[in-house]
């Protein structure tokens, strides 16, 4: 199974339930990041090592592979993998067998191999960073995992499971989220995806305190959201002041943004977020 999507949108949560919905529920679910470890350590923890195979094997080690046997194996940035290693996992996959980094016995595999890309694996292989074989025998079933702004339906059901999880971790009673600030998670576009949501709520957990998240206890990058008729008068000044002061600065510096930046006292990539969020673009010509 091929999982395709972008950072975040809950690529390992849908391996577990293609292992937990299958007829190897009962086995084990081993994952391996591809891009967490250096190149020379991925070919141990995937395969395995012997007893002295190189310096610091000081015992013989099975792999994730091994550890996986009758369950499945995530291999989570499949696109990361380096090409030598690409090989060796062909031959796992179509010989359902490996060999530990220094051995030379064959460990015959019974797994399923669940893999995922946030980057498109057919323009890798297009451009040489892939092999195609090994795409062809990852792409058996594909499944793709859309990104939260295609899913606004499932902002708000999201936001309050989180929500009740991290109020029960800081022992907090609360109750849900204030129309504005619901509101605002709603109009957000999400680049970080479900997980930038999560982090978004427990930081709203961690510093309100009324019984609803507020408006502003979400992030300033929510907060230069244009407010709607639900947001207080508050927010909707601080969102004019905030524009007015970028167009003062961008009229200044004749278009120059790191000067721009300079002026408003925030850093230059700062600058061009507020822009964006402000939906200032058109306006600034930017």
């Known amino acids: 199974v091929l999982l395709l999507g972008e950072t975040g949108t809950g ?3 849908v391996a577990r339930q293609v292992q937990a919905l299958s007829r190897r529920a009962a086995g084990p679910f081993v994952a391996g990041n591809c891009a967490a470890l250096p190149e020379s350590l991925i070919e141990s923890e ?3 090592h012997e007893k002295g195979a190189f310096t610091g094997a000081t015992e013989q080690r099975p792999g994730k592979l091994e550890l996986a046997a009758g369950g499945t194996v995530f ?5 990361e993998m380096p090409l030598p290693l690409q090989a060796k996992m062909l031959r796992v996959l179509q010989q359902r067998e490996c060999e530990r980094v220094g051995g030379r016995k064959v460990i015959p595999l019974d797994i399923r191999v669940v893999a995922a890309a ?3 694996l057919a323009t890798e292989v297009r451009r040489g960073a892939f092999r195609e074989d090994l795409f062809h025998r990852l792409n058996v079933i594909t499944l793709r995992t859309p990104p939260l702004r295609e899913r ?3 902002i708000e059901l999201l936001a309050q499971s989180f929500l009740a999880r991290a109020a029960a971790s800081a022992g907090r009673h609360l109750t849900g989220f204030s129309p504005a600030a619901l509101s605002a998670l709603r109009r957000y576009d999400w680049p970080g995806n479900i997980r930038e949501l999560e982090n978004v709520v427990e930081r709203a957990v961690v510093l309100g305190d009324l019984p609803e998240v507020q408006l502003e206890d979400l992030p300033d990058n929510l907060l230069d959201l244009a407010p709607d008729a639900d947001a207080p008068a508050f ?3 601080v969102h004019d002041a905030k524009r007015a002061a970028i167009v003062e600065a961008w009229r200044k510096s004749s278009g120059d943004y790191k000067q721009a930046a300079q002026i408003l006292g925030v850093h230059p990539n700062s600058l061009l977020r507020m822009i964006r969020n402000l939906d200032l673009r ?3 010509g930017a």
């Open 282 to 284: 058109a306006e600034l």
């Open 235 to 237: 927010h909707r000044s």
């Open 152 to 154: 606004g339906e499932d």
């Open 11 to 13: 690529k390992e949560l």
């Open 46 to 48: 995937l395969f395995g």
């Open 75 to 79: 291999l989570d940035e499949i696109g």
């Open 118 to 120: 946030n980057r498109d």
